[in-house]
């Protein structure tokens, strides 16, 4: 390039003067430059023959040879893809999130479009397999979304924060929920903050995962007004629990605690009361009959001989869905008899278990006592599916449908002039004797 840069400067009308000859040799005044050798070569004696020289000459055909052969730098890089296969790959992968699919399921999905819609150029161009589909997760679609919660913190700053840990057997994620005002639709809304691991989930953990989670987001305690959590020690505990740690980083910190937790351990602690063990006899039943396609079909046959119909689903309490329990009772009421006539008191029981079964279904308090819980449950099952609702803000409504629920309850039990003289505290409720009704 020596020789060409130095006719550059000597003839300053190079440029203007150029012509192509071909497509491997752009021709100057004096000069000519070939873009296969590459090299520089005088065309100021011969012209155009110098040129059919250079071209016919050993060392040219040996490099044009050689550059049919190489590739192009242009063909290691992939061409950028339209903003319609973009916006395809996108939702593809939204949808993957919204219903929870495998990544995996992503490598046959693009080759399962491309062989649905050979038509379409945005299905041949549809490349969006599993690695791809984390790193758009990850990378794109989790900032874009977690932008507006940020967006609305620093318009009011003020938030209150929900914790959970899983109870996964493998690693144990801690998800973390915010709750803020949203300016543009003016309401309060819940939105997703961050999901550590957190395997040893002691207090302690549980907070540095918090305060890391803080860090990330560039959020401060000083702005935190509220905790919700489960009502496990390791959360509410009052001396060494995480509501108790993040207490000390915000002394203002008011903990209101899971409504629906505390309405269900009231029933559960109500039930442990009872003479008869209610909850464990569903969970006996339930796996008398699970592990065994025999017993199921035994039971069928012996039902239809009663009723002449098909039995229903045999329920079990699941202990994570608080609203289950009347829904077991009530399939357990309907099923009573036939299942009474099925487990027959007899000498030699097969196991403790059945035996156990047998005597709870036979003793005279068991029928009466799912008829008392088919009652008095409905209305604690209305007063938690009111703080479940997912999308409505009920904690207005928390002070009425306590009140609410009190005042059922007791009707069942004062005297009607007591219940009236509480009508403004009932927390001054008179439970003596003397006021329990006839």
Known sequence: MKGYAKILKVNSKYHSHTQSLSDQIIIGNTFARCSVCPSDFSIANRGKDDVSTHVKGKQHKERACASLSSQSVRSFFTPQASSSVVNAEALLVTFAVEHNLAFKASDH????????LPDSGIAKQFACGRTKTAAIITEALAPHFSRPTLENLDKNGLFSIMMD????KTDKSCIILIRIFVFDVGDI???????PIVNISTAVNLFNALKLSFNKKGLNFDNCVAFKSDTTNVMKGARSGVQKLIRNECPHLYDVGCICHLADLTVKAGMESLPVDIDQLFVDVFYFFFYSSKRKQQFADHWCSLFSSEPTTILKDCTTRWLSLLCCVGSFIIQFDGLKSYFLPC???ETVKVKKIIDTLHNPLTRPILQFLSYILPSMDRFNRVFQKSKENTTCQLYHEMGRLVRLYASNLLKTDVIKAAENNLSTLNLAKRSIGG
């Open 109 to 116: 999905a693009f080759k399962l479009f491309r062989n649905m």
């Open 165 to 168: 840990e899983s109870n996964d």
């Open 189 to 195: 809304r819940t939105k997703f903050l961050d999901m």
């Open 347 to 349: 000498d030699e029981a």
